[in-house]
């Protein structure tokens, strides 16, 4: 089994998609984006306003972010979880193993809020959001086999709503962004 799933891991670095799928994959992710603009909006948890801090903070943010949480969660929640599209896997065992890969990917926000002592990560419209994005990354990693276009998506999902959408605020613990 560990076999399979390094397999899996490698498989998923491994794999570029084609032109094709990347642009199915990009529409899946623009009509993401479109709903949690309009979520995000009609809410209040989201608006205009730029990240406020040092010009090094904003510099090594995006890189950071790329890291945690993009790379860490996508390995964990897709290349671990879900079976590369190489794998013989029916579409019942992918359709629970996506199931168990988004319930512990949102899971994973409160226990980081509850942790890291930040309430956006308890916020039902942050989890509806989060929601929504793993099932976009989770639909356009079975998609590509690639792990480099649901990274990509999370990535830059995380960094617009920080630098951009007011997100850093709600980071924000005793006045500083970590």
Aim: charged fraction near 10%; hydrophobic fraction near 55%.
């Amino acid at each position: 089994m560990l076999n399979v799933r390094l397999r899996s891991i490698r498989l998923a670095f491994k794999t570029f998609p084609e032109r094709r799928t990347w642009r199915g994959c990009l529409g899946l992710f623009g009509i993401y984006a479109l709903c949690a603009l309009l979520i995000g909006w009609a809410t209040g948890f989201c608006r205009l306003e730029l990240m406020k801090a040092s010009a090094w903070v904003i510099a090594s943010t995006p890189v950071v972010l790329l890291v945690t949480p993009s790379l860490v969660e996508e390995v964990l929640y897709r290349a671990v979880l879900l079976p590369h599209p190489v794998e013989a896997a029916s579409p019942r065992t992918k359709l629970v193993w996506s199931s168990v890969s988004l319930v512990a990917f949102v899971a994973s926000h409160p226990v980081n809020g509850l942790v890291s002592r930040r309430a956006v990560f308890l916020d039902p419209v942050f989890l509806v959001l989060a929601t929504l994005l793993g099932i976009v990354c989770t639909l356009t990693y079975l998609r590509s086999g690639s792990i480099w276009v649901p990274m990509l998506f999370h990535w830059l999902t995380v960094v617009v709503w920080i630098m951009f959408l007011g997100g850093w605020q709600k980071l924000m613990i005793t006045g500083v962004w970590v």
